[in-house]
Nanobody, 116 residues
Framework: QEQFVASGGGLVQPGGSLNLSCAGS????????MGWYRQAPGSERDFLAA????????FIREAVRGRFTISRDNAKNTVYLQMNNLESEDTAVYYC?????????WGQGTQVTVSS
């Protein structure tokens, strides 16, 4: 079964940047639209961004538009989330999944902590 493993998180100061990666292990990744999601402490998991299976079209949620960018490399089975000008409110565990998300494909997230 497909596994999506996110990485690249860490501790960063406000205004800093991180580039998250999420690797898929099977054939599902190449054939479906992918999305990034995050879950802050005590909150629901929220949708952030999506990219079409071929990488031509993408959508960024308004709350992070202009700071976050999504991209993918199907040859590497990897989707990326470039995050710039990070704010404390961006502190969360970040996940990737299909778009729309499938309960079968929630994998390991990566913790992002924005703090001075």
């Amino acid at each position: 079964q497909e596994q999506f493993v996110a990485s690249g998180g860490g501790l960063v100061q406000p205004g800093g940047s991180l580039n998250l990666s999420c690797a898929g292990s099977g054939d599902i990744f190449k054939r479906f639209d992918m999305g990034w999601y995050r879950q802050a402490p005590g909150s629901e998991r929220d949708f952030l961004a999506a990219i079409s299976w071929h990488g031509v079209t993408s959508f960024i949620r308004e709350a992070v538009r202009g700071r976050f960018t999504i991209s993918r490399d199907n040859a590497k089975n990897t989707v990326y989330l470039q995050m710039n000008n990070l704010e404390s409110e961006d502190t969360a565990v970040y996940y990737c999944n299909l778009n729309p998300a499938s309960p079968n494909y929630w994998g390991q997230g990566t913790q992002v902590t924005v703090s001075s």
